[in-house]
C-alpha cells in the first residue's frame, strides 16, 4: 500500500541550526502538506504546496520556514534557524486533490524535532 | 469561520467496555470528516472518513462514527475497546478553501486510557 515517508525519524539540534524535513509523499499525489504538533497540542497547518509553489500558509509559517520540491520524489521543510519552540512533531502529508474525496490526506509517520 | 472541537481531552474506559468520542464542527456546508488515531510516537493513521451517503461508517480495528448534520457531531464509537486501543484520537475536517488553514481543520485531541 502506498504510503507517506518521512526522514528522519528524529532530529535533535541546537538553537539557531538549520534544519531540514525531508518527506516522501505518494507517487500519484498532487498536494503536499506539512503540519506540526506541538507536545500535548493539536495538529496545526503550516503550509500547503501545488504545482511547485506554495499555495496556502498559516501564520506559523514565516520567513524562517521554507518549502521545496527539489526533485521528482522528495518535498522539503526548511527551518533556517531553529528557536527553541520550534520543537514539536513535524508531519508531511499529501493527498490526490483538495475537493471531493481527494480531500483525504494521507500522513507520514512524523519527524521529532527537539531544538537544545 | 470553520472549527473543531472534541470537549473530552481525556477518556478512560475499562477494556471491554464501550466507547464513544465525541466531536463537534462548525461549516458553512456539508463536511468531509475524518476521526485519525494516533499511537504513542506513532504517525495520523485514518480510521474512517465521511464524504456522503449513509451516516454511519465503519473504520478499520472495528470502529464506526455517526454523522448528524443536525447536531452538527460526528462521534466516533466503539462496542468494545482493546488495550491496544489506547491513543490519541482526533477529528478533522474539510475540504477547506482559501485562508491559511491548509485542507484539512483538527481537534485538539481526545487521549484515550484503557483499564485492565
Known amino acids: 500500500e502506498p504510503e507517506v515517508t518521512q526522514t528522519p525519524s528524529h532530529q535533535v539540534t541546537q538553537m539557531g541550526q538549520e534544519v531540514i524535513l525531508r518527506c516522501v509523499p505518494i507517487?500519484?499525489?498532487?498536494?503536499f502538506y506539512w503540519y506540526r504538533q506541538i507536545l500535548g497540542q493539536k495538529v496545526e497547518f503550516l503550509v500547503s504546496?501545488?504545482?511547485?509553489?506554495?499555495?496556502?500558509k498559516s501564520e506559523i509559517f514565516d520567513d524562517q520556514f521554507s518549502v521545496e520540491r527539489p526533485d521528482g520524489s522528495n518535498f522539503t521543510l526548511k527551518i533556517r534557524s531553529t528557536k527553541l519552540e520550534d520543537s514539536a512533531m513535524y508531519f508531511c502529508?499529501?493527498?490526490?486533490?483538495?475537493?471531493?474525496?481527494?480531500?483525504?490526506?494521507?500522513f507520514g509517520q512524523g519527524t521529532r524535532l527537539t531544538v537544545v | 469561520a470553520q472549527s473543531v472541537t472534541q470537549p473530552d481531552i481525556h477518556i478512560t474506559v475499562s477494556e471491554g467496555a464501550s466507547l464513544e468520542l465525541r466531536c463537534n464542527y462548525s461549516?458553512?456546508?456539508?463536511?468531509?470528516l475524518f476521526w485519525y488515531v494516533q499511537s504513542p510516537g506513532q504517525g495520523l493513521q485514518l480510521l474512517l472518513k465521511?464524504?456522503?451517503?449513509?451516516?454511519l461508517v465503519q473504520g478499520i480495528k472495528g470502529f464506526e462514527a455517526e454523522f448528524k448534520r443536525s447536531q452538527s457531531s460526528f462521534n466516533l464509537r466503539k462496542p468494545s475497546v482493546h488495550w491496544s486501543d489506547a491513543a490519541e484520537y482526533f477529528c478533522?475536517?474539510?475540504?477547506?478553501?482559501?485562508?491559511?488553514?491548509?485542507?484539512?481543520?483538527f481537534g485538539k485531541g481526545t487521549k484515550l486510557s484503557v483499564k485492565p
Open positions: 502529508a499529501s493527498s490526490e486533490g483538495t475537493g471531493g474525496a481527494s480531500t483525504e490526506a494521507f
Open positions: 507517487s500519484n499525489h498532487l498536494y
Open positions: 504546496f501545488y504545482n511547485n509553489e506554495i499555495s496556502e
Open positions: 461549516y458553512g456546508a456539508t463536511p468531509y
Open positions: 465521511y464524504f456522503s451517503g449513509d451516516t
Open positions: 478533522a475536517v474539510g475540504p477547506i478553501y482559501g485562508g491559511s488553514q491548509g485542507n484539512l481543520i
